[in-house]
């Protein structure tokens, strides 16, 4: 399993400085969630780590590898979910798997895409075209895409956007059962509750900077919010 | 044979998504379709030989269809964040780009292929020849490589149909030219050798602008 490190980590977007000396360390099989308010930088920092964005500035290490010389190295070790599914409407579920297995350079792609299927639940939608799918089921294929290459890591940007609480309950379930609770994973969220349930540790991004980062076990979700409340407007 | 592979596996998938929704293609072919035969109907009355102005119409039609098929080549990918998954992939970007340039070669390939034998008889001009098939490759090579960069340059703009025709003729003018040169000099019957000039630079045209595009478009795409 792996370790996510992020060491003096600035983006800026022309004159507007979205992030600023970040510094930030996840163990082996840790979950840590990241919440904000919006313009936080939240979603910055992530696709940083998810090789979708260069830094302007500082360095950032997962599994051992630098993004600045073994970007393809990381992207083999990332599952990525985002609030959109990364999904071909026009695709069957099946089809979809198989174009990014084979992206991937995955052996024996059929039976592993029977089985991160069964994972989600929607092994009898295999042939279904994505488009027909609700919301929920999106984000569950969008799951079994980002688990399919057997990452180490799992990078989770928002992933409850747009879910109502059944479908965020069953999401929960979901990734439960593909044990990203067993994975290093850094995920971003609005829900303060939902963050705190699922994770060993939360911190707390504002303006760029961040702010407060504490064990989830020396934490209740009312003092979170409290703190939160204080570390964003204070 | 990874690199080919999974330059293969984008083709196989922007094939398979179109044969399900026919959305580029039927647009393009429409459009050229309708360029032709309104073309046709403007000039028949002011023009006594169609032959002079067939290569010009010919390719006006080819490049504006081609550039509705190239807009939304990304648009496709933009759609649900799919472009961030395949910017995910652990993948050389150039096995992205030549990907889905090759698609988009492809599928305006297709739209001339319909499309040359109804213009031949509307203009009453033979475009079945092999050497006017040959330009016609090439210059649509030529057009979908540079298409292609431009289309991940405009797709995360609001004005991107209007953006993308705006960048991307004058740089495709050099090799709209020759190919409307050779074309016009080849339906003459004039000999290939007579026009190597056209040709060199339509082939170098085709050569550096897909090598500059391959280099660039790592940058075009990455935030």
Not at chain 2, 30 to 44: C, G, M, R, T, W
Not at chain 2, 141 to 149: A, E, I
Not at chain 2, 201 to 209: E, G, M, T, V
Request: with cysteine; proline share 3%; aromatic share 8%.
């Amino acid at each position: 399993m792996a370790t996510i490190e992020i060491r003096n980590l600035s983006k800026s977007f022309g004159s507007h400085t979205a992030l600023r000396n970040v510094d930030l360390t996840i163990s082996e099989g840790e979950f840590l969630t990241l919440v904000g308010p919006n313009g936080a930088g939240k979603t910055t920092l992530i696709r940083i780590v998810a090789t979708l964005s260069r830094p302007t500035n500082g360095e950032v290490w997962v599994d051992g590898w630098n993004l600045a010389d073994g970007a393809a190295q990381v992207r083999q070790r990332i599952g990525f979910i985002s609030h959109q599914p990364l999904l071909y409407g026009d695709l069957t579920a099946e089809e979809n798997l198989r174009f990014y297995g084979r992206m991937y350079g995955l052996s024996d792609l059929p039976t592993r895409i029977d089985e991160v299927l069964q994972q989600v639940g929607l092994l009898a939608r295999q042939r279904d075209p994505v488009r027909t799918f609700s919301r929920g089921m999106q984000q569950r294929l969008a799951i079994a895409r980002a688990i399919l290459h057997h990452p180490v890591v799992l990078l989770l940007d928002e992933p409850y956007t747009g879910l109502d609480q059944q479908a965020a309950a069953m999401l929960d379930e979901v990734m439960q059962a593909v044990g990203a609770t067993s994975r290093t994973v850094l995920m971003t969220t609005h829900d303060l509750g939902r963050g705190l349930v699922m994770s060993q540790r939360v911190a707390i991004l504002s303006a760029g900077q961040l702010v407060y980062q504490a064990p989830r076990a020396d934490l209740d979700e009312v003092s979170f919010r409290q703190i939160y409340r204080e570390s964003v407007t204070g | 044979m990874t690199f080919l592979r999974q330059v293969v596996t984008i083709v196989h998938k922007d094939i398979t998504a179109e044969l399900r929704t026919k959305e580029m293609f039927s647009s393009m072919f429409v459009f050229a379709l309708l360029s032709v035969v309104i073309f046709n109907f403007a000039f028949e009355l002011r023009v006594a030989d169609a032959a002079t102005i067939a290569p010009g119409v010919l390719w006006i039609s080819v490049t504006f269809a081609g550039m509705l098929g190239l807009n939304r080549s990304f648009v496709l990918e933009k759609d649900q964040g799919c472009l961030d998954g395949l910017l995910l992939a652990p993948v050389d970007r150039s096995a992205i780009y030549f990907g889905k340039m090759l698609g988009n070669f492809l599928f305006i390939t297709v739209v001339e292929a319909i499309i040359l034998p109804i213009f031949s008889a509307l203009f009453n001009v033979n475009l079945i020849q092999p050497w006017v098939l040959a330009v016609m490759l090439l210059g649509t090579l030529g057009f979908s490589g540079v298409g292609t960069l431009f289309s991940a340059m405009t797709v995360h703009t609001r004005a991107r149909e209007v953006l993308l025709p705006i960048l991307l003729f004058p740089v495709v003018v050099p090799a709209l030219i020759a190919a409307v040169k050779l074309t016009a000099g080849l339906l003459d019957g004039r000999a290939l050798a007579d026009m190597t000039n056209w040709m060199q630079l339509l082939i170098a045209f085709d050569i550096i602008f897909i090598a500059v595009s391959y280099m660039t478009f790592d940058y075009v795409v990455e935030e």
